[in-house]
């Protein structure tokens, strides 16, 4: 993989953005019991396999209410 | 002066005639306790009086000001508690209570003193969590501090404390009464033991007018209703008194537990003064006497059922 | 004028503490470095996964493969994205009552029409500005020497139609019902706009094209000129469609 040796400097920061939107998302699922729906291990699950598209579908549809 | 001035409101959803002809006073500095079953139109004459439902006949006057559907200036004068207050979660109480200040115009160093001495009132002067995680008692106690910031004339709260439970309850009425004097407060309930732990001033809401109103000594007067138990020394000498002509005629009920006798009188012809006379005359020295005032519930249950 | 400034206030603080601004400045972020990547690498990649001792001649990548991709994924992920997250900003306070308190407070109903818009416009212009300026610096980089003509126009007709979709959503909240009412209601209106193009000459029009052409005059296909009557009719139409959201709001039972 040349490429990605060619072109990390590029890659990093934007695996850091993925990472950061990830991250996010985990420690509010942590924090906060409830969720529209779905169960915790259901969201884990979609946030760390699914990038980009995880965080978002949990952010947008199975966030909770603050607590 | 009344602060709050009702007169004829009519309204209705669809076949359902909520308000037929509703009139109804508050005076000012006065605690008022609007009384009625659920579903028969509290909720209904309050969004009137705050502009948000359109009435079909009748006016509102609010310190002299008519009320108009939609943004209505008499707003000013009044503070809103809706039953479930409902807050945006990710903020503060001092942040939410800044929002609410900035809209009703009020300069900064006044919201920020007044909000410190508002949280000090409803007891969350220490609370700084965003709101989301409040209790419903917590919740309240924060909508009664939004209510209040800009120094309302008029507080109306619905069913302010039908949610909570009993420690809630006793924060809410405390507040209440507490700030008895400098605002009138209107609140609706059906729960009758905090109207009159609190009120001055009741009203009951029934078939879309008011029953009852008043003061509750007035309507207890009003209802003419009196009633006694005596405690006698012996059974015989109860059933003795029982057999008296004076009291065996329409309009007297006599109920007999033992000794004691319970008497009550619809259209106010035996009252104390006579059951007196009656029991020397009969040389009768009972070990109790007592005119029994007719509870809030009594007469609530009476106009209702 | 005080409760304009005010509810945008709120409005901003909302969406910073909501995620909906980590979400979208994230994703568009994200998309702003993944153009010209994408663009530079899918040859490498193609040959790397190619079964060995095939050949394929793919033509060198160039400045405007990325920025076709920029203008592929901000039009379809990108604008997909943000009404998603839009979605609830007037549909949840109705459905909630978190308004009541306020409105009986005598804030202005236009205000929270008019500042919601003006917050969201906002958190959209950031979101494509920063997109945009970080697919030009990784385009710069990686694509040396390579220009692109009519870019900021077809960047400001991205950004146009975004504006005019958000009020589209606004509008659309305070007839339709529910949660996800109003978002049902753009998705069919933006159907009602494709399906418009059937029709001899729409097309010129159409707001849709700010979006579906822009890489066209991003290649040097069309001149700017072209774009010019949709422009003409997108902006009113905005404006119009945040008139009607006011006009509706004012006589909603809250």
């Not at chain 2, 500095?29 to 209904?44: D, E, L, P, Y």
């Not at chain 2, 009550?264 to 005359?281: A, F, N, P, R």
């Not at chain 3, 822009?214 to 997108?234: C, F, G, Q, R, W």
Request: with cysteine; aromatic share 8%.
């Amino acid at each position: 993989m040349d490429v990605l040796r060619e072109y990390w400097l590029f890659l990093l920061p934007l695996i850091i953005a993925q990472f950061v939107l990830m991250i996010t998302a985990l420690v509010h699922i942590f924090k906060h019991p409830d969720y529209r729906f779905g169960s915790r291990a259901m969201w884990i699950v979609i946030v760390v396999l699914f990038q980009m598209v995880g965080p978002i579908v949990y952010f947008v549809f199975g966030r909770g209410e603050d607590h | 002066m009344n602060i709050l001035e009702i007169s004829d409101l009519q309204m209705s959803f669809g076949t359902n005639h909520v308000l037929r002809g509703l009139n109804m006073e508050v005076p000012e500095h006065a605690i008022f306790g609007f009384v009625g079953r659920n579903g028969v139109g509290k909720t209904t004459t309050m969004k009137i009086v705050l502009g948000l439902l359109k009435a079909q006949g009748g006016s509102v006057t609010v310190c002299g000001e008519t009320v108009s559907y939609g943004a209505t200036r008499t707003n000013r004068h009044i503070g809103y508690l809706p039953d479930v207050p409902e807050f945006y979660g990710y903020m503060r109480p001092r942040e939410y209570l800044k929002l609410c200040g900035e809209i009703t115009g009020l300069a900064p160093a006044k919201i920020k003193s007044r909000s410190e001495e508002l949280l000090e009132l409803v007891g969350l002067e220490g609370v700084n969590r965003r709101i989301g995680g409040f209790s419903r008692g917590m919740k309240q106690r924060l909508g009664i501090a939004q209510a209040l910031l800009n120094e309302p004339r008029l507080l109306i709260c619905d069913e302010p404390t039908s949610a909570l439970d009993p420690i809630g309850r006793r924060q809410v009425l405390d507040i209440l009464s507490a700030i008895k004097g400098r605002t009138t407060v209107v609140f609706s309930t059906h729960i009758l033991s905090d109207v009159e732990r609190i009120c001055d001033h009741i009203a009951v809401l029934e078939q879309g007018q008011l029953a009852l109103s008043g003061t509750l000594a007035e309507i207890q007067k009003q209802q003419r209703r009196n009633s006694f138990r005596i405690r006698f020394a012996t059974e015989a000498e109860a059933t003795a008194f029982t057999q008296l002509e004076e009291l065996n005629r329409g309009g007297v009920e006599l109920i007999l537990d033992g000794k004691e006798l319970q008497i009550s009188c619809e259209d106010g012809s035996i009252d104390g003064q006579k059951l007196v006379d009656l029991l020397s005359e009969h040389r009768l020295a009972p070990e109790n006497f007592e005119a029994m005032e007719p509870t809030l519930e009594d007469l609530f249950t009476e106009v209702v059922t | 004028m005080k409760h304009y400034f005010v509810f945008l206030k709120k409005e901003l603080m909302e969406y910073a503490r909501t995620y909906k601004l980590l979400i979208l400045l994230a994703v568009f972020t994200i998309f702003g470095m993944t153009n010209p990547l994408i663009a530079k690498l899918t040859p490498d990649l193609l040959a790397n996964f190619m079964p060995g001792g095939m050949t394929i001649t793919i033509p060198e990548p160039t400045a405007l493969d990325s920025w076709a991709q920029f203008f592929k994924n901000t039009q379809q992920m990108g604008l997909i994205v943000l009404l998603l997250v839009f979605s609830s900003v007037l549909a949840g306070e109705i459905s909630k009552g978190t308004l009541i308190n306020l409105l009986t407070k005598g804030l202005m109903r236009q205000a929270v029409i008019v500042a919601k818009y003006g917050a969201m416009l906002l958190v959209w212009s950031i979101s494509v500005g920063l997109s945009a300026f970080l697919t030009w610096v990784y385009t710069a980089y990686l694509f040396p020497g390579d220009g692109v003509s009519q870019l900021v126009f077809a960047v400001f007709c991205m950004w146009l139609f975004g504006a005019f979709l958000l009020a589209v959503l606004l509008a659309a909240s305070t007839v339709a019902g529910g949660n996800y009412g109003g978002l049902l209601l753009t998705g069919l209106a933006v159907v009602a706009l494709l399906t418009l193009n059937i029709v001899p000459g729409a097309l010129k029009y159409n707001p849709v094209s700010l979006a579906s052409r822009s890489m066209e005059l991003a290649a040097n296909a069309i001149d700017k000129s072209v774009l010019y009557p949709a422009v003409a009719v997108t902006i009113p139409a905005a404006l119009g469609l945040i008139g009607i959201a006011v006009l509706v709001f004012r006589r909603k039972q809250i």
